[in-house]
């Protein structure tokens, strides 16, 4: 069986997954895309020399009866009625983070997928899938480093661009952590708090770069990280679990090794793109493969992309407050309960 998605935003990571289907994974193809931007859906079209219709919205993509599935790469803000609109159609869905730039709008598509009666959306959390992170989890659950006391992150991103603002620190970049943490300790977060270091002469008038967040969990693990989006040297992804009984830190991203002119060196990475590439083909396969063989995906859920929202709508109060501000979930559905572990 073909999974014949649609794409709704064909800008970076849109394209990105476009060509990942076309030429690296098996069982999917595109067959659709939209864009705001008419011009950029044409352009994909050509770039990747697909046999796709182009759609002038994204209501009429999800009309085609030849979509299986929709994949949702706009920009955040656009994600909630893509997803509403294809859920509302049967189709499945995968969404790019955040789910919806809301807690409400993720709590509409939690409703509206349970409406439905069985899962249909996956979200974009890709670390997940990363084998760094998965040998994480490994040390953690198999209690070889004890139990989990604090963790210390780090989210650095040489630059971005001007439209970037300061709530994007969290609604964008800290997302990943907040997703990938609470799974990888099975913890939930109790309250948040962000604090402005000083500022970079290098950001935007308008940024407030770089932040640090701290998240406390119910069990009491205080995590801190460290979000810095105009670092300039790299984009380097850090973290360190410290345990009862021993310390776990996520591998680094694995260049060649060089000594030259009195110097022994490894490359950073520049690139988002390239640092979760293999996380990004793994759970796009797993979407298409999940699908086949049981007819939802596995991945992260609806209620992941809920998680995410509410805690990152309590770190953006924080930053206007300075306070340390409460996570307030809802009691988890039992539609969701009894999904299986996303990555193991
Ligand atoms: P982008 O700006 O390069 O591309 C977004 C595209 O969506 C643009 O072509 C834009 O014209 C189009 N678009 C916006 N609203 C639309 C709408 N309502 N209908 C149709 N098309 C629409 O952005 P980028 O970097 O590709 O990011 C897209 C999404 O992917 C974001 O949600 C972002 O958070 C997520 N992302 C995830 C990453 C990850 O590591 N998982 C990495 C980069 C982005
Ligand atoms: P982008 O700006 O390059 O692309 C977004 C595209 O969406 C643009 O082409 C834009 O024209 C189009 N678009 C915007 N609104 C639209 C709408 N209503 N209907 C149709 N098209 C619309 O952005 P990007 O970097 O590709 O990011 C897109 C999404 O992917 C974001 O949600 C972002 O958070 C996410 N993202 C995730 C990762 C990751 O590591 N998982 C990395 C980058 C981006
Ligand atoms: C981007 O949208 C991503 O998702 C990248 O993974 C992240 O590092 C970057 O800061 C975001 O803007």
């Not at 603002?165 to 970049?173: E, R």
């Amino acid at each position: 069986m073909t999974l014949k998605f649609g794409v709704i935003g064909t800008g970076a990571i849109g394209r990105e997954h476009i060509k990942r289907i076309t030429n690296n994974l098996s069982g999917g193809k595109i067959v659709a895309v939209t864009d705001v931007n008419q011009e950029s859906a044409k352009s994909a079209v050509e770039e990747y020399g697909l046999d796709a219709v182009i759609y002038p919205d994204d209501k009429t993509l999800v009309a085609d009866a030849n979509v299986d599935a929709v994949l949702v790469t706009s920009w955040g803000p656009a994600h909630e009625q893509s997803v509403l609109a294809a859920i509302e159609a049967g189709k499945y869905v995968f969404c790019e983070k955040p789910l919806s730039t809301t807690a409400e709008g993720c709590m509409r598509i939690v409703e509206a997928e349970m409406k439905h009666g069985k899962r249909l959306v996956q979200v974009g959390f890709m670390r997940r899938y990363d084998s760094g992170y998965v040998q994480l989890k490994e040390a953690i659950d198999s209690n070889y480093i004890g139990e989990p006391l604090m963790i210390r992150c780090v989210h650095r991103n040489p630059e971005v661009g001007d439209n970037y603002t300061t709530d994007m620190a969290i609604n964008d970049t800290l997302i990943h952590e907040i997703d990938v943490l609470h799974w990888l300790i099975n913890d939930d977060y109790k309250s948040v708090q962000v604090a402005f270091p000083k500022k970079t002469q290098r950001a935007a008038a308008h940024l407030q770069d770089p932040q640090l967040i701290t998240l406390e969990t119910n069990s009491g693990i205080i995590i801190t990280a460290e979000v810095f989006v105009n670092c300039k040297y790299g984009y380097d992804i850090q973290c360190e679990v410290i345990g009862e009984d021993g310390v776990a830190y996520l591998p680094e991203f694995s260049g060649i090794a060089t000594r030259k002119a009195a110097q022994f060196g490894t490359s950073i990475l520049m690139d988002w793109k390239q640092r979760f590439i293999d996380a990004y083909d793994k759970e796009l396969q797993d979407f298409m493969d999940s699908i086949k063989n049981t007819g939802e995906p596995n991945g992260p859920t609806s209620w992941d992309g809920y998680i995410a929202a509410v805690t990152a709508d309590a770190c953006v109060k924080s930053q206007q407050t300075g306070e340390k501000e409460p996570v307030a979930l809802a009691e988890k559905p039992a539609f969701y309960k009894n999904e299986k572990e996303a990555v193991k």
